[in-house]
Every structure is written in structure tokens, then in C-alpha cells.
């Protein structure tokens, strides 16, 4: 069962709550600690996007297209839509010759504040490179153009890019295809569910290669260069993920998901949060509580971080009327 990850205050009542669960799993696959409901079935969402870029990798695909990490990086982002993004997945379309047309991710508003001025005040278009997910996109059509499969339907359930990744996904969690959730996810690509330990899991043997078959090794090593080495091509500008790789010294792989979902590395453990009620928000000030629990984050570099750790809720005036904080307990195995 869930439990109760984060309360909001206003003045001393407590206004809201949000439940959730926590997994903390070693690279040997191995509780560490947890609350709530491990064993919950819970779709990835973006934070699958990592794996996703294996196949990338291991097929050759990366090498003929001749993709630098920056590329890479990219496609396992959920951009903000930014010019540094939008130039970067120009090059990558490029590189397998389409174009921004052969995205099949639809399009929203671009994440950055900053961007949607300029394109509203200069009168352009939204386009489908402003997706968030377009890195990841462009990175399955990088693949179906490498096996010269049909590129009109890659983002398809049936078609052997979306067959690969699900076939991606079960050897590197060593949980059976057959009993993962395919749902659709909010780009229109499959989206994939298995219990939320798992998802912690493929996190500690991402940020650890060498404990991966080694099919996947050397890619999961690049892949996770790329991200630590790029955050704010991974996220944005002014996110949470690149924030907090800026603001700490230690490594950590960050990815965010859809929908309350999030996962993360340090050391040797694989870390995967889901709030139940979809708030994305209410997992910052988690992450952050977590690295406090393992001394990974210094109370100086918490207090950099503290609209992220103490949300506060303010009136329309700008008064500050109440505050958001953790409270839940890890239940350690050991």
C-alpha cells in the first residue's frame, strides 16, 4: 500500500497529501530500503528513456550515424525545447536524413518559459522539435532507418523498433516480457509497466555497466557519460535535474517521468519514486530527502536547493501562506 510521502501545509492545517512508493535497489538486486508498495506495477514513462537509447547503441546505429554524446544525451531527454535542444535534434535528423515531418511525437508548448515568449512574440509555430520527447524519437527513427524498416509506423506496438525495445527492457530488468504493461505513453510511442523495484534496479546496473550482460555494457557506460555530462541537454535550463547536478558534487544519474514518476542513481543504487497522484513536483523535495538519508547532499548545498526541498505555497499577493514538506520513514532491509 502507498503511504504518505509529502503533506502540504497551509498555516498549521495540513491542506493536501501525497502517497506514494519508494524503491531503493542494488546493482546485485537487492532491497536496500523502500516505502510503500515496491511490488506496485507502474509504467516507466520517461525515466525508460536511457534504456531506450541501448538498442541505439548496440546495433551499430550510433557508430555508422557517426552520434556524438551530445546527440546522445538528447535522446534520452525530456527537453525543455530550447534552442540548445531544438539545434541538437537538427543534427540528429540530419545525420539519418529525415526531417522534423518524420516526427511522430505531436507537439506541445516547449517546457522553457523563455522560448514560448519568443516563438508568441515573433509569430512562429510550435513544432513537434519543441517535444519533449523528440530526442527520443529521433533516436527510433534512427533505428528503423539503420535496419532499413518502415519509417512511417516506428512508433507503433507492432512495429520492430517498439518489438526491440520491449526486448531492451526485459533483459536489462530481467523481468519476462510477457508480463510487462504496454500502455501508450503521452508521445504516442509504447510506454512500459513493470513493478516499481525493477525500475530501481535497471537504474543501479545503468549507473553500474559492468554489472549488465555484456551486450549492454559499453552502452549503458556511454549513454550514462552523456547524461551526467549534459543535464541541462538531458532536462533544461531552469529544471529540477539539471539544478540538482549542478548544485551537488557528488554523480548522480537523474531522469524525470510523466505523471509522478522519477528515478535516480548514486553508487550503487538504483532509486525509482512514484507519487500516486501524479504529482511530478512532489517528488523533488523526495529526491532531495533521500539523498539526505544516504549523506550524499551537504546541508549547504540543500539550502541551494531549497525551493525544490521546502516548497512554499504563496497567496496572490506573493505572501508566503503555508510550506510543502516530506514526511515518511525508509524501511531499510539491513
Not at 203 to 217: G, Q, T, V
Not at 307 to 333: A, F, H, M, W
Amino acid at each position: 500500500m502507498s503511504e504518505i510521502l509529502v503533506k502540504e501545509y497551509r498555516g498549521p492545517l495540513v491542506e493536501n497529501v501525497h502517497k506514494g512508493d519508494i524503491a531503493i535497489v542494488t546493482k546485485e538486486d537487492k532491497v536496500d530500503s523502500y516505502c510503500g508498495n515496491i511490488e506496485k506495477v507502474v509504467y516507466y514513462r520517461s525515466t525508460a528513456k536511457p534504456l531506450q537509447v541501448l538498442p541505439v547503441i548496440t546495433s551499430g546505429a550510433a557508430n555508422h550515424f557517426k552520434f556524438t554524446d551530445k546527440e546522445i544525451a538528447l535522446m534520452a531527454a525530456s527537453h525543455s525545447g530550447e534552442k540548445i535542444h531544438t539545434d541538437i535534434l537538427k543534427d540528429i535528423l540530419n545525420k539519418i536524413e529525415l526531417n522534423i515531418d518524420d516526427l511522430k511525437c505531436g507537439t506541445h508548448p516547449p517546457f522553457d518559459r523563455k522560448t514560448r515568449n519568443y516563438l508568441r512574440k515573433n509569430n512562429k509555430k510550435v513544432t513537434p522539435a519543441h517535444h519533449a520527447c523528440s530526442g527520443k524519437h529521433a533516436s527510433q527513427l534512427a533505428l528503423a532507418k539503420y535496419f532499413n524498416w518502415d519509417l512511417k509506423n516506428y512508433y507503433k506496438k507492432e512495429h520492430p523498433v517498439q518489438k526491440l525495445l520491449l526486448e531492451t527492457i526485459a533483459e536489462v530488468t530481467n523481468y519476462p516480457a510477457s508480463k510487462i504493461v504496454q500502455g501508450k505513453d503521452g508521445c504516442g510511442v509504447v510506454v512500459f509497466g513493470l513493478p516499481l523495484k525493477y525500475i530501481a534496479y535497471s537504474y543501479s546496473l545503468m549507473n553500474n555497466h559492468e554489472a549488465l550482460p555484456d551486450k549492454y555494457s559499453n552502452a549503458a557506460q556511454k549513454i550514462v557519460k552523456a547524461m551526467k555530462k549534459y543535464p541541462k541537454i538531458v532536462a533544461g535550463t531552469n529544471r529540477f535535474a539539471n539544478k540538482l547536478n549542478n548544485a551537488i558534487k557528488r554523480d548522480l544519474l537523474i531522469k524525470s517521468g510523466a505523471d509522478g514518476v522519477f528515478a535516480f542513481a548514486f553508487d550503487e543504487k538504483g532509486i525509482a519514486i512514484k507519487i500516486e497522484d501524479g504529482s511530478l513536483k512532489s517528488t523533488y523535495p523526495v529526491v532531495i530527502e533521500i539523498l539526505k538519508s544516504y549523506n550524499i547532499i551537504s546541508d549547504k548545498e540543500v539550502e541551494n536547493l531549497i525551493k525544490y526541498y521546502r516548497p512554499t505555497i504563496k497567496d496572490s499577493n506573493g505572501d508566503i501562506v503555508g510550506q510543502i514538506n516530506t514526511d515518511y520513514e525508509l524501511q531499510y532491509t539491513k
